[in-house]
C-alpha cells in the first residue's frame, strides 16, 4: 500500500522525485521529520541536471510508450527488467520452499512461509495514470483510476505469485491506499468483473481472522501494533518505512515466516521482518 500523502508531497514538482533518482543512481536517503525527502547534490550548472521534458520523454520511451498512450508495450524495457525481478523471485521461492520443507521433514515446525507485495507499481502498474496525469499527482483523479480498476497486472508477477501460492506460500498485498480503497484494490487485483482483473491469486486469511490485503487505516484507527510503532511519527501518523515493517512485524507475530518482500520503493523494503526484499523498477516517482 502506498501512502497518499506521500505521494502529494512527491508531485509538487513534476516528476522531480525521478530526476533527482536519475542524478543519484538510485541512491537513496531516508529522513523522518522536517528534511528533504530526497537527498542528492546541488547541480552547479543547469548541464548537470536532465532537462524535465526530455527525461519525460525517456520515461516513456522506457515503458516502450514513445507517444505517451498510457499503454506500456510487454516488450519494453520496462516490461523485461521487471519481469527479470519477478524471475529471480520465482526462482528464490522455489529454493526457500525445499528448505522449508526439509525443516519440516526433519521435526522442525518453523513458522508458516509466505510472501508480502506492494500494490502500486509493484503488482499493479499505474503508467497509465502517470501519463494520464502528467506525472502530477492529484488525489480525486486517481481515486477514479482506483476506483474504475484502471491498472493492469507488473510483467511476470501474476505467474510469481499465483506459483509462490502452489509451492504452498501465503501471500498477503501491504499497501499504502486508504482503507475506503480496498474493495476495489482487491477487485484490479483478483477478478471481480470490473474495469482490470489482473488475475492475482485471492490473498491469503491470517490466523486470527484478517484478510490478507492490509490497506492504512486513519490514524485514529490504527491497531495497537500502528500505534507502539509510529508514536514518535510526526502527529502518530506512520511513515512509510514504519507502516510497513510495523505490519510485517504483526504478521510474523502471528506465525509467519515472510520469506520475500516484493516493492517498487525502497521504503516498501525497508525496516526488517523479510527474509529478502525484491525491488521492481519505478523511475516516475520517491516514497520516503
Not at 490466523?207 to 490478507?212: H, L, S
Request: some cysteine; hydrophobic content about 35%; proline content about 5%.
Amino acid at each position: 500500500m502506498r501512502l497518499r500523502n506521500r505521494r502529494l508531497s512527491r508531485r509538487s514538482t513534476v516528476v522531480a522525485a525521478t530526476l533527482a533518482a536519475t542524478l543519484v543512481g538510485g541512491g537513496v536517503a531516508y529522513a523522518a521529520t522536517a528534511q528533504p525527502a530526497i537527498k542528492t547534490f546541488t547541480p552547479r550548472s543547469a548541464d548537470q541536471i536532465t532537462n524535465i521534458d526530455v527525461l519525460r520523454q525517456q520515461i516513456r520511451n522506457y515503458y516502450g510508450d514513445e507517444l505517451g498512450t498510457g499503454t506500456f508495450d510487454p516488450k519494453s524495457s520496462y516490461a523485461r527488467e521487471a519481469s527479470k525481478v519477478a524471475r529471480s523471485g520465482e526462482t528464490y521461492l522455489a529454493r526457500a520452499a525445499h528448505k522449508h520443507a526439509s525443516k519440516h521433514a526433519h521435526g522442525n515446525k518453523n513458522a508458516t512461509k509466505a510472501i508480502v507485495l506492494d500494490v502500486d507499481d509493484t503488482t499493479l502498474t499505474t503508467w497509465n495514470y502517470e501519463v494520464a496525469s502528467n506525472w502530477a499527482y492529484n488525489p480525486t483523479t486517481n481515486a477514479q483510476f482506483v476506483t474504475d480498476q484502471k491498472f493492469p497486472a507488473t510483467p511476470g508477477m501474476v505467474a510469481l505469485v499465483t506459483k509462490a501460492k502452489k509451492l504452498g506460500y501465503a501471500v498477503f498485498f501491504l499497501t499504502g491506499r486508504p482503507a475506503a480503497q480496498e474493495a476495489a484494490t482487491l477487485g484490479n487485483l483478483t477478478k471481480d468483473g470490473v474495469g482490470v482483473d489482473a488475475g492475482y491469486p485471492v490473498p491469503t486469511t491470517l490466523k486470527n481472522g484478517e484478510d490478507g490485503l492490509f490497506t492504512k487505516p486513519a490514524v485514529a484507527d490504527y491497531p495497537a501494533y500502528l500505534k507502539t510503532a509510529c508514536a514518535s511519527d510526526p502527529n502518530g501518523s506512520c511513515t512509510t518505512i514504519h507502516y510497513k515493517s510495523a505490519t510485517r512485524a504483526h504478521i510474523e507475530s502471528l506465525g509467519y515466516d515472510i520469506v520475500a518482500n516484493f516493492g517498487d520503493q525502497y521504503s516498501d523494503l525497508k525496516g526488517g521482518y523479510a527474509d529478502r526484499g525484491f525491488k521492481l523498477p519505478n523511475p516516475n516517482y520517491y516514497l520516503p
